[in-house]
């Protein structure tokens, strides 16, 4: 193999990992004390940046996860409970259109509006008690299926916050 | 068992990767528009179970290459042949998958790029403006319809804006009529829809939205599509809403629709062709290293099966190589190498055969030369033999006796040299110089090779002047078996005519003695007493006489027995207990049973004590020594009996023919003791010697063969 072909192999090889990598962050976990069903908001920091955000613009649409799990003395159960999100565009009214499993679509001129809504999702049905944890997610399965395999290696598409604990 | 387990899967475990490599291969679709099943290449337990798969084949071959090299450089049989054949499966492999790959990633980039079209762009993008402003229109004819109800609204009197809502929802044929107040709690709504005694109360969009010319919004709802209208009734900020729905016409809805749809799929598929090139080539690029590995894999169970033949073939050529014709090659299938392998066998049975038989042969030949070389030794003549170029091959005991020289340091020199390292041998060597230069096929010669050693040579010419073989005797013993030839020819003519008319003889005597010695005065009878008694005792004598003439003339008709000497020897030494005179001695170590007739031993040692004992007549304390040994001589053995007294010895003018007959130094006996001792040991394959002890006194040596 010739020294260029070697550069050119390791770029490719290492490209994913150099890309800048997206974001999704929890940044606070409150729970409603007046809430019957235990409802905790959830607040977060969802940076699209690359690849995602101009998915989005190009009409892919961008499935997110809430679920939450309980785990006892360092043995987690599978998750208890999720709720879907989906960000979305819509071009003939030219408005972002963000959908919640259980609420009226909401419908944003701007991908900042839009933004700002997924940041502050409504408050998600988490039990009461200890233990319970957390997590949102990009689920990379329900995108479009040339899209997977990029998200799957490409860092800009690692949209996970991981499990986060309930205070 | 556990550990061929292991082995076996260790060994199942390279197939069964490249199995499912080979089945992802086929199956992998990242496009999403597979129809046959497919498998998502971005599934984890995919992507895991392949990158595994892929590690497990890489480590596989890399271990086989390394077997590989290992073996061509230890050169192994067929290691160099598999590597070449392997080397050139993937020359021959290599190219076209490489070919096909650049083809496919050329053919998935063009025809990608093949998909979009700037004018279908273009016609999407305008085809969405135009119903972008259709929509528009239906919304700005709807709003110009509002605007009069809108002014006689009374906010004041929610009874006046619910009828005036009522009169507006029939005559707008609108779907929904709501009006919000500053604080955006419902002042009024109807609905059209009869399903619902009260209206829903719609959501309203977020404040931020609704700008001073309100919001116009298509919206999706059961049975089509719906035009949703907020006019704010004023131009203040917090001015109050009226929120009106209509049914967008329904062909156009769904037709708008429709476009969006389409549009928005052409959108994210232009958006997406990049990722599309990019799973396309990962998968192709997959294919291509998959393909690779299964190539290299192959290629080295094909090398494997077509270099095994061929292996064993170099091996087992080498095993005949180095003697092992024993050697079979399995033959599996009908094809060329089996062919091979089925000639190789047959080969190797022939070799086989043919080595068998050529063995024999040489056992045979061995065998009779080993038999030749036997009667050659165990003839009293000397027997040599020399090649072509007069090299000393072969000599006998005898030869190496006679010619009183040890021939065996000599083997393999010519005559010439012969001459020079025996000098002695000279007169024989010129002999048979002279002899093998002239034409002769034959010849004799007598050899003086002292005063008094004289040899009979006879040589023979082999064919092809392949060389000669000269048998040679003593003369003096040639002379010597004459005489006792002569002498047993005497002996038997004696014993038959003399001892038939013995009997008479003494019979007649005594019947005269008988008769007359009554009849006869005292001084007749005297004379006939002595004269009778005389003849009686001389016929007696003339008996034993003839009965040892007898004795040396009679053919040998021997029993032969294993059996020991001890025995023998004690029972004629008893015999002579009774001799003051005498004494002997005997000690005889463990020997082997040797095969002798036990009667003739007997006389043999009766002869030999009886030799000593008469030829010791004045001697007053005889001892006699009997002593034995077995002694090896090549491949022949014997047992050695010695007898030693301490007698006058063996006179020096009888020494030379000593065991002939009537050759004695003694007063008394017949002659042919000696001589009967000689004929006993000679019919048992022996041989005698006698000379005279260092001490004095007569020492007699008899080699009998065990």
Known sequence: ?167 | MKRSLGRRLLVLLPWLAALWLGVLALLLDGSGTAFAPSIDPAAPAVMISAALALLILLLASAARVLQLRRAATRKEAGARLSWRLIRHMLWVALPPLLLLYAASMKFVHSSIEGWFQPDVAEALDNALQVAQRSVQLAQARRRGQLQPWMAQLDLNDRTQVADLLDQAIDELDALELTVFGSDRRVIASVSADPRYLLPLYPELPPNGLVGGDGLAVLESATGGQVNLLVVPLSGQRDAPLLQARFAFDTQLGELTRRLEAQTLAYTRLSFLRNALRYTLSAVLSFVLLVSALGTLFLAFALARRLSTPIRDLAAATEAVAEGDLAVQLPVAGDDELSALARSFNRMTNRLAEADTRVKRTQEALESERAFLATVIERISSGVITFDGDLHLLVCNGAAQELLEVDLSTVIGQTTAQLGVALPSLQPLTAAIDSGYASAAQEWRQEIALSESRRLLLRATRLPDDAGLVAVFEDQNEASRQQRESAWGEVARRLAHEIKNPLTPIQLAAERLRHRYLSRLGPEDGQVLDRATNTIVAQVDALKSMVNAFSDYSRAPRLDLKAQPLEPIVLDVVELYRGEQRMQIDVDLPELPPIRVDSGRLRQLLHNLLKNASEAAEDSAALRVRIDAEAIAEGSRSFMELRIADNGPGIADNVRERLFEPYVTSKAKGSGLGLAIVKRIVEEHGGQIRAENGADGGAVFRLRLPL
């Open chain 1, 1 to 167: 193999m010739s020294k260029p072909s070697r550069l050119a192999f390791w770029a490719l090889l290492c490209l994913p990992a150099l890309t800048a990598a997206g974001s999704l962050q929890i940044t606070g976990l409150e729970r409603l004390g007046g809430a019957p069903d235990g409802g905790v908001r959830v607040r977060l920091l969802v940076d699209l940046s690359g690849a995602p955000e101009q998915a989005l613009a190009h009409g892919v649409t961008l499935p997110l996860l809430i679920q939450w799990r309980r785990c006892v003395q360092g043995l987690c159960q599978p998750p208890a409970g999720a709720v879907h999100l989906q960000a979305r565009y819509a071009p003939l009214q030219e408005r972002y259109l963000l959908e919640h499993q259980d609420r009226p679509v909401r419908a944003f001129a701007f991908q900042p509006n839009l933004l700002d809504a997924l940041e502050n999702p409504p408050p998600v049905a988490v039990p009461a008690g200890d233990g319970w944890q957390l997590r949102v997610r990009l689920r990379v399965r329900h995108l479009p299926p040339p899209l997977r395999l990029p998200a799957r290696l490409n860092a800009e598409w690692k949209l996970n916050s991981g499990w986060v604990a309930l205070p």
